[in-house]
């Protein structure tokens, strides 16, 4: 059974900063792009960034406060938020888009993220 597990969240203040990791079990000749994704009460799970073998992308609210990075080896990525807002308040989950699919089809378990004072 493949398994993608995340840890990282918590309660900050705003203004602080917070590291999220997912680590998949897939192998990794199968995956094509990792992301995180994140859902606040009331609304859709929207992307917060992706990454594939070349590149980078992020949502224009979270550009140049949060970075994604991926650790191959490791089969696992990373999100780096600072300067985090309330707004930022949400489950953050790790998505997975396989070589053969044409959207994101394997999720984590989420772990909740927290901004306030």
């Known amino acids: 059974q493949v398994q993608r597990v995340e840890s990282g969240g918590g309660l900050v203040q705003p203004g602080g900063s917070l590291r999220l990791s997912c680590a998949a079990s897939e192998n990794i000749l199968n995956i094509y792009a990792m992301g995180w994704f994140r859902q606040a009460p009331g609304k859709q799970r929207e992307l917060v960034a992706d990454i594939t073998t070349g590149s980078t992308n992020y949502a224009d609210s979270v550009k140049g406060r949060f970075t994604i990075s991926r650790d191959n080896a490791k089969n696992t990525i990373y999100l780096q938020m600072s300067s985090l807002k309330p707004e930022d308040t949400a489950v953050y989950y790790c998505?997975?888009?396989?070589?053969?699919?044409?959207?994101?089809?394997?999720w984590g378990q989420g772990t909740q993220v927290t901004v306030s004072s």
């Open positions: 998505g997975i888009r396989r070589i053969w699919s044409s959207e994101y089809d394997l």
